[in-house]
């Protein structure tokens, strides 16, 4: 294993579950066959209460303006147990969720410890493209694309993302980059009639067959968690594509009835449902045997990709979702 790795994949097929999974695998005492889910390391990182396996991914900012590592780490230990209580599934972070420069702090401060119980510590950063860039911040961000470049012997750490491009180069350059396929679908239906899974489903308003959903899930099945549910963002996508293809009348109002000031969480999760929808229009697509128009939608994904980068910053949504409905409405 590299020192530095990068997981990559499409949002809900499973990369931070098999970064856990590599994390047991390295940590796991046993004889034989690893991970052997036997010995008290493998039972505690299952549990992911293994002292040498910290996993971090996007949180709300915490009410204290400096919180300190041990703030953050129990922070980040409450959002785990919840995970775990909830049987692992969990949908997409919310837009106004991200991975701050105290997190970042605290990430490097637990590198540098000594490894608790077993002979290595394992580090997880899920999401790592939510890592927020903060003025003043250098020596935290340096300090981290050390860690990343030169990480202590015993210490392994794995990012996951399911935008890599929006990772900064200085990041891209240090890990070693692995793309996770999607799910087939014998896999995709075993995770769906897993009970805990159905149970956490029929809560959502989702197509009631199983090839229908798998079919939605088109091998990322966590995608199903989110935005997929026709909620709000999910219909204000399907709006907005219907007004892609109407008058210029039609898409200045749709871009228009986005709010202007404080949705960048709304907006976030407004683009993470376009992204949904366009799969599903590229599925259509192939199955009706309709190139152009699988070409098409595939070809929008990337402006909403591209809208997604814009998204991090000071956010405007009105003019950038003005902007990708207007360079759709070109395709």
Not at 29 to 37: L, S
Not at 148 to 162: G, H, N, Q, Y
Not at 262 to 281: C, I, M, Q
Not at 306 to 321: E, H, M, S
């Amino acid at each position: 294993m590299p020192g530095s790795l990068l997981i990559a994949g499409r949002r809900g097929i499973g990369k931070q579950r098999l970064a856990l999974w590599l994390g047991q695998l390295l940590l796991c005492t046993g004889e034989g066959e690893r991970p052997c889910g036997k010995c008290p390391s493998c039972r505690y990182s299952a549990e992911l209460v293994h002292p040498d396996l910290r996993w971090f991914f996007p949180r709300p900012r915490l009410a204290s303006p400096d919180p300190t590592a041990q703030e953050i780490l129990d922070d980040q230990a409450d959002a785990v147990r919840a995970r775990v209580a909830d049987f692992g599934l969990y949908p997409p972070p919310s837009g106004t969720d991200a991975i701050f420069v105290a997190t970042v702090r605290a990430l490097v401060q637990f590198a540098a410890y000594s490894p608790s119980i077993a002979r290595r510590k394992v580090i997880v950063v899920g999401d790592a493209e939510r890592m927020v860039p903060q003025e003043g911040a250098d020596q935290a961000a340096n300090a981290f694309l050390k860690l990343l470049e030169e990480p202590p012997a015993d210490t392994t750490i794995i990012l996951t993302s399911s935008e890599p491009g929006s990772l900064l180069p200085t990041i891209r350059s240090r890990v070693v980059f692995v793309r996770v396929a999607p799910l087939p679908d014998p896999s995709v239906a075993e995770f769906l009639n897993d009970p805990h899974v159905s149970k956490a489903l029929s809560q959502l308003d989702l197509p009631p067959s199983e090839n229908e959903r798998i079919a939605l899930a088109a091998g990322a099945p966590g995608t199903l968690l989110g935005v997929t549910a026709s909620g709000e963002a999910m219909k204000t996508a399907r709006s907005m594509l219907d007004a892609v293809a109407g008058s210029r009348a039609d898409r200045i109002r749709a871009a228009f009835a986005l709010s202007s000031a404080g949705a960048r969480g709304g907006f976030s999760e407004l683009l993470d449902a376009l992204t949904v929808a366009l799969h599903a229009r590229i599925r259509d697509a192939s199955t009706s045997g309709e190139a152009s128009a699988g070409e098409r939608a595939g070809r929008a994904i990337d402006l909403v990709e591209g809208a997604k980068l814009r998204a991090n910053g000071n956010v405007n949504p009105q003019l950038i979702a003005s902007a990708m409905i207007r360079a759709m409405s070109d395709l």
